[in-house]
């Protein structure tokens, strides 16, 4: 059965589907920067200094160490941003679940309404069927 908030029901539900769907990229997204910080951290950790040897050894290996720190910090900060997007997108989605359960209350109390009106009416036939059953077996009778 439909009511007149059906429509709207299933519309704000899609929109609480999409941020769902937007946020779970969004936390699978922090996740996978979260362990490759930490991968960078234990690759900058292992890089040793040589003690001794060439110059551009030296030079090499620090360069190394500079473009790890680099790309270590490139990928916190697109993590401070993800982690932003995720907070606002978890707010999003609580805003879109709180409507959509409204629409979906409303929707609930008025087909119960129409299904309490079906019962009624169709209380009100069987009775009108009864009595008619029942002046029927009277007049049967009076003959």
């Known amino acids: 059965m439909k009511s007149q908030f059906s429509k709207i029901a299933k519309i704000r539900k899609q929109k609480r589907d999409a941020i769902e769907r937007e946020l779970m990229k969004s936390q699978n997204k922090e996740r996978m920067l979260t362990h490759k910080i930490d991968a960078l951290y234990k690759e900058i950790a292992a890089v040793e200094m040589p003690k ?20 270590k910090k490139r990928c916190e900060q697109e993590l401070f941003v993800v982690k932003r997007t995720t ?33 009624r009416e169709e209380q009100l036939y069987l009775d009108e069927i009864s009595t008619m059953l029942f002046a029927g077996q009277i007049s049967q009778k009076g003959k």
């Open 87 to 119: 907070k606002q997108l978890q707010s999003d989605y609580q805003k879109a679940h709180i409507e959509y359960e409204k629409i979906k209350y409303l929707e609930e109390q008025e087909l119960q309404a129409i299904m309490d009106k079906i019962k």
């Open 52 to 71: 001794e040897g060439i110059i551009s050894v030296l030079l090499m290996v620090n360069e190394q160490k500079s473009i790890l720190g680099r790309e």
